[in-house]
């Protein structure tokens, strides 16, 4: 599951694999080298989120 | 070569009475229902899950986008005290935490039919071939030999002799008539994803920039 988000430092997209964001891996912008990760504060909210949102995705396939 | 040869199949006939409209149609329709109902499972997990719902006091829902917590790391560069030249920069890591829209994070256009081929190849061949073998062969053949003796007193001849005669003819003729026609009727559609609707992509990218930090004026400059 992948998704993009602009850095917020200098706007560069940062490709985004969902799963392993919840996971507690952090990703690297490409233009000045920042990392973004989830907050743990977060990351109940995200995972119940992606666990709906496979299951609507799993749904469509069928 | 017959003087009456079946006709060919007229190639009009045969694609006017394809119900093309079923044929092609019916699965782009199927795919198009599909993804319809698709959009709606969709708007409904967007408004579930990525939206929190407030109904005010005047009974009028009120949706107000879930915000997770991120943390932005980055190297900053700390600069010399000026007081201190032999001390040497360094970097060290700040560490910010900003609020982005739950919704910008899930794939949402993945949720959709996003490839559709429908291909449909009809041919028709029709052809005639007559071929006609004739042959004529001839052959006549002679032969015919003699033998004489004479004889007077101590002379004696003798002849013989034989004469034959062979002759041969042969005549050969094919013919071969051929006639075909052939036509192919060939319909390929192609449906594939669109991206997703200028408003919601406006309002994700508002929600995107929402998350850029804003510079706030340094104390004494403003004003």
């Given amino acids: 599951m992948f998704t993009q988000i602009n850095c917020p430092n200098c706007q560069q997209p940062i490709a985004i694999n969902v799963k392993r964001l919840v996971a507690g891996d952090s990703f690297s912008c490409k233009g000045c080298s920042a990392k973004i990760s989830l907050a743990g504060e977060s990351s109940n909210v995200v995972t119940k989120a992606v666990n709906s949102f496979e299951k609507v995705a799993a749904q469509a396939k069928h | ?223």
């Fill in chain 2, 1 to 223: 070569m017959s003087d009456a040869q079946p006709p060919l199949v007229s190639m009009a006939e045969q694609f006017t009475g394809l119900p093309m409209g079923d044929l092609i149609g019916a699965p782009l329709l199927a795919a198009a229902k599909a993804n319809s109902a698709m959009a709606a499972t969709q708007t409904k997990f967007l408004l579930d899950t990525c939206f929190a719902k407030e109904t005010t006091d005047d009974g009028k829902d009120h949706y107000q986008p879930v915000l997770i917590k991120m943390t932005l790391s980055r190297g900053v560069l700390v600069p010399v005290d000026p007081s201190q030249p032999d001390q040497e920069p360094t970097i060290s890591e700040v560490k910010t935490t900003f609020d982005l829209p739950l919704l910008t994070i899930l794939p949402l256009n993945s949720l959709a039919v996003d490839d559709v081929s429908i291909g449909f190849d009809m041919e028709v061949k029709s052809s005639f071939s007559e071929t006609t073998n004739e042959k004529t062969e001839e052959a006549l053949s002679a032969q015919s030999s003699f033998s004489a003796k004479v004889g007077y007193g101590v002379f004696s001849a003798e002849v013989s002799g034989s004469v034959s005669y062979d002759s041969a003819s042969s005549s050969s003729r094919d013919t071969h008539y051929e006639k075909s026609n052939s036509a192919q009727y060939s319909v390929k559609v192609h449906a594939g994803q669109i991206p997703l609707p200028q408003g919601v992509t406006t309002i994700i990218q508002a929600f995107t920039n929402s998350i850029s930090p804003i510079e706030m004026p340094v104390y004494g400059e403003a004003g």
